[in-house]
């Protein structure tokens, strides 16, 4: 039965992998990453198709390492090669990139035999996010911070142009981005602002309407997102 696992490069200096203890570990780094993706699902937004990498990945780096024979060294480059992929996705949430990085980290300690310590990291870092997603992130902090884009002709001087109308519906506000849209005929302003009233939104949106000629206005969830590599 050994022989179908044998590796054809494997010699008397290779550290041979049982089958047993394949599956333990493989086992235990599925269960891991379960375990992270239902301390991931609460109180967070999420998709499926992230839940499903969280829980799966784990298991992929576990096996990764197993096969290198725990040579972090190998491990590495191999997870190295993977960074040349360049996904045509939309780029990942600061926390989203954290828990990536979690899911990594339990992989690899399971990877390298350490199922105790494996199973202790995760529970503690899965413990910790729930405390500080409680602290940090809740549903009445994402109301109040949002990210408003303003498009105006470029007759109109952007420079506090709705600083009177920011300074009485937002208790901070920030112009983030300058861009210039419709082969350069207008301007594209981005603000990160925190709402005083979440409820008084539409209010603030119809007072710009009225300052930028009820060109384009787009009001989105603040995120800081990590920029694409």
């Not at 990942?92 to 990139?97: D, H, L, R, T």
Request: charged share 20%.
């Amino acid at each position: 039965m050994d022989a179908i696992f044998k590796g054809i490069f494997d010699n008397e200096l290779t550290q041979l992998i049982s089958v047993q203890d394949f599956l333990l570990c493989l086992g235990v780094s599925l269960v891991l990453g379960l375990i992270m993706a239902l301390a991931y699902m609460f109180k967070n937004e999420h998709t499926k198709s992230f839940l499903v990498t969280l829980a799966l990945l784990p298991a992929v780096v576990c096996v990764v390492i197993m096969m290198v024979n725990g040579n972090i060294g190998a491990g590495v480059a191999v997870a190295g090669a993977f960074s040349l992929v360049r996904f045509r996705s939309a780029p990942g949430s600061a926390k989203e990139i954290v828990t990536i990085f979690l899911a990594m980290g339990a992989g690899l300690i399971a990877g390298m035999g350490y199922l105790g310590f494996a199973a202790l990291f995760t529970v503690i870092m899965c413990v910790m996010f729930l405390i500080y997603n409680a602290i940090a992130g809740n549903a009445k902090s994402e109301a109040v911070n949002k990210t408003i884009k303003i498009t105006i002709p470029e007759d109109l001087d952007y420079t506090g142009a709705f600083d009177d109308i920011f300074a009485e519906y937002t208790k901070k506000n920030e112009l983030i981005k300058v861009k210039t849209t419709n082969m350069g005929s207008m301007f594209r302003l981005t603000y990160n602002v925190t709402l005083r009233d979440a409820t008084r939104e539409k209010e603030m949106i119809d007072r710009i309407r009225e300052r930028n000629g009820n060109l384009e206005i787009m009001v989105s969830k603040q995120e800081n997102r990590v920029a694409e590599l």
